[in-house]
Each structure stands twice: as C-alpha cells, then as structure tokens.
C-alpha cells in the first residue's frame, strides 16, 4: 500500500477518492470497497485514494482535535485489505500552504441555516468546505464517497459541489451500524460500557420518530426516547431532506423527502444518527440511514 504524502506521488487520470480523518473503522472500509468498485468500473488510472488527514480547520474544540486518533500506518494496511491503490496522507502545509487557502469557503445555506449541526459546531462547515474543496483539487477527484451518517455534511459537500460546477460526483453510502444499532463513529472508543448503552437512545428515538405520521409528533417521540435514557440532545428534529429546513405545518408528508435527525452527548462524546422519515416497512437499526 502506497503512503503519499504530496499529490504528485498519486498516480494521474483521476481517482475514486475516500475523505477521511483516520482512525478507520468497519464503517469507513464499506466506504472504501465502494469507492474501489466504482474506480474499477470506471477504469479511472488513479484507483480508490483514501485520504488520512486529521483536518484542524473542521475542529471547534481544541481538545478534540489533539485526541482524535491518528494511525496512520494501521489505516493503511486496513485501506489496502479494502481494496484501496493509495493512502494520501498530507502535512496540514500541503492541504494548506498559505494563509489565504485557509479563507472564504465556498458555503452552501445548508451549512449555515439550519440550526442543526452548523449552531452546534459552529464554524465547523467552514472547515468541512475549505478541506474538500483542497482534497478534490490536490488528488483529481472525479469522485468522492461520503458516508449518510454526517447527513449536513454529505448535503454540504454535495451542494458545494453543485456551486462551484466541480467535476467531482458525490456518491452517498448507507450508514454501517454495530449490531446494537449504534452508529459507527471512530469517537465510539471513548464511550465506557454505561455511556454506551445511553448512546443506543439516538438509533431508538429515529425508530420511534419513524413510526408517527407528522414531523412534530416524530420530533416529541425522539425527544420522550432521549429524555428516558438521560440524554440530552443538540436538537432532534425532522427536516427536509437536502435542505435540512423546517416546513410549514401541514406540509403534505408525501409532496417531500424528509430526514429524521439527533445528535447530543453521551459522557466526553458527542454522537450524531440520522434516518429516512418516516421509517419504510420493517425498518430496523440495520436498516435505517
């Protein structure tokens, strides 16, 4: 498995690339087999890339930046079994080799007017922008995988994208869960036993929304789940899927495609879930987002 540290040791013609921030899990490597099915298929010269790069523009808590894992070697060797050609691994003075490419990102509304994930963590998109957009730029993207799990996210990426007339196609992978149901998160190694358990409250509060039939009784149905199991949440809400806006009342459940969406914090981690609204026939944990 090739380690690349500056963009000229990836092989040119375009690639299939996987953004990450290592410490990989079961989760990411479904992204990666995706991302090198699809590289084949297209005969792209360049394969899967999977990018490690722990990015210190996305992080509003310094505490979280310093301890978010890095292991680079070990995502390697994980990427390679997964069927990846490269890891791309820059210094953050690749990614950013001035203070001017640090500025002004491209923003979607997406990023900033739902009062979801962009209230919660503020500045955050600004980041997850800036650091795509260089991503795309430094490997050739002519596509990029980006888990349903961070759902602001892949609508942000995938509207900046559309903004800026990029090349690069965005392609959404289902959300990998543990067999409780819990979200596969690279954070979920902080969680003790306990906290675990609490953590279960997000996956069970999208199912309970999944079974009402109006956004606001969904919406009292995720927080009566969260508030039995102690949680408290940045928001719980149903929104409209792309967007992530609010509707009028008595907007025509079937006129939209809609998303059921949580995060808050268990113990020191803060977790995020996602699912359809409402729930399709037979949803499950396995089944959702």
Known sequence: MRI????????????????????????????????????????????????VFVNPTQ??????????????????????DAGADAVFAPSVETVYPTPESRRDPVMPGVAYE????????????????????????????????????????????????????????????PTQRDADGLAMSSRNRFLSDEDRQRGLALSR???????????????????????????????????????LMSLPEGTPIESVTWRAVVAGRVGSVRLLDNMPWPASEGAGPESGG
């Open 4 to 51: 690349c540290e500056q963009p000229e040791d990836l092989t040119p013609g375009g690639c299939v690339l996987v953004p990450t921030m290592g410490g990989l899990h079961e989760g990411h490597l479904e992204l990666v087999r995706l991302g090198a099915a699809i590289a084949r298929e297209r005969g792209l010269p360049g394969g899967c890339v999977v990018s």
């Open 59 to 80: 992080f509003d808590e310094a505490y979280d930046y310093e301890r978010y894992p890095r292991t680079v070697e070990r995502d390697a060797a994980m990427c390679a």
């Open 114 to 173: 739902p009062g979801l994930e962009d209230r919660a963590r503020e500045g955050h998109f600004a980041g997850v922008c800036l650091v795509c957009r260089r991503l795309f730029e430094l490997t050739g993207a002519r596509g990029a995988v980006f888990g349903e799990k961070d759902w602001q996210q892949l609508q942000c990426v995938t509207a900046m994208v559309r903004m800026l007339g990029s090349a690069t196609e965005i392609i959404a992978a």
């Open 205 to 243: 509060s999208l199912l309970a929304a999944g079974r009402e039939t109006t956004p606001g009784d969904g919406e009292r149905a995720m927080r009566r789940v969260l508030d039995d199991a102690g949680v408290t949440p940045d928001y719980a809400a149903i929104r409209e899927a792309s967007t």
